[in-house]
């Protein structure tokens, strides 16, 4: 029983994980850039989050609907303002210039939160954090299940905007090659704008969802941008259904044998599983060539 108990923490945090991954792998399969700024952002959300939750009195997840909104307008015009003005002059998101820009921007955001709120991590108190209920013998966390619910929902939202409507079916076309699109009269810088401003929201609601059971500090990106860049190559570049199974794998993984072996041997095992899968099959568990 008590196996099951941490397999179902492990589904849980899995949730979280994939819902982070999804952002990162729909802004690698619309523009193939890499954003190493992407647990930043999850990073500076959480702070944002913070800030709402304590200075307004608001519920976490009520947050979500100011946040998110608001992240997509930061992912929109950082992607317009900075990363199409490097694109002018290199002519290719894969090029090195862009992701070094990632790096040193993720640097900027690390250190500019440790100046503005200290190295000590913060939380916050709802009615609801560390409230838990029986389910049989088992014992499941609110905080979690909800964050596990809002994360799935979202997931499926995004596949729905990806594969029903006519901008998923732009952003699926430019994801096959943008040059076509731009000969069919796509828009491709302005939907790369909006596939990062996607990208980017879904993350912030990542943070919302965590703040009620997780502590934010400035190095919170070391933790989950990291794991996110295993579950999106794990699951195959540019692939949102990937990501989301990855996502769960990785934490169930972890939960299970960091109950049996410790949680550094459960890292360990995250890792091997990952080096296996990159040796078995390359372009990840539903990876194809040029998806999203």
Request: glycine share 10%; aromatic share 14%.
């Amino acid at each position: 029983m008590a196996l099951f108990q941490a397999a179902i923490s492990g589904i849980f945090i899995g949730g979280v994980y994939a819902i982070i991954a999804v952002g990162l792998s729909l802004i690698f399969g619309v523009m193939k850039l890499v954003n190493f700024a992407h647990g930043d952002f999850l990073m500076a959300a959480m702070y944002a989050a913070y800030g709402v939750v304590t200075g307004w009195a608001m519920d976490p997840y009520l947050s979500m609907f100011i946040i998110a909104p608001v992240f997509f307008i930061v992912g929109f015009l950082f992607q317009r303002l900075f990363i199409n003005g490097i694109l002018k002059r290199e002519r290719n998101t894969e090029s090195p210039n862009v992701r070094l820009f990632t790096i040193g921007f993720a640097w900027f955001l690390s250190n500019l939160s440790l100046m503005l709120f200290g190295a000590n991590p913060k939380n916050v108190m709802t009615p609801y954090t560390g409230e838990t209920f029986k389910l049989g013998e088992l014992s499941i966390s609110k905080p979690r299940l909800y964050a596990f619910v809002i994360a799935i929902v979202c997931c499926i939202l995004l596949y729905l905007l990806l594969y029903k409507t006519e901008m998923g079916r732009a952003l699926r076309a430019i994801s096959q090659n943008r040059f076509t699109a731009t000969l069919m009269g796509i828009n491709v810088k302005r939907l790369y704008c909006v596939a990062f401003g996607i990208g980017i929201s879904i993350v912030a609601i990542a943070a919302c969802i965590l703040i009620p059971f997780y502590y934010v500090f400035p190095t919170l990106s070391a933790t989950f941008g990291t794991k996110s860049f295993i579950i999106v190559v794990m699951g195959g570049l540019g692939s949102v259904p990937g990501a989301m199974l990855a996502g769960l794998l990785v934490g169930v993984v972890e939960a299970v044998f960091g109950y049996i072996l410790g949680p550094t041997t459960a890292d360990m095992l995250v890792f091997i599983i990952f080096v296996l899968v990159m040796l078995l099959k390359p372009s990840g568990m539903l990876g194809k060539r040029n998806r999203v």
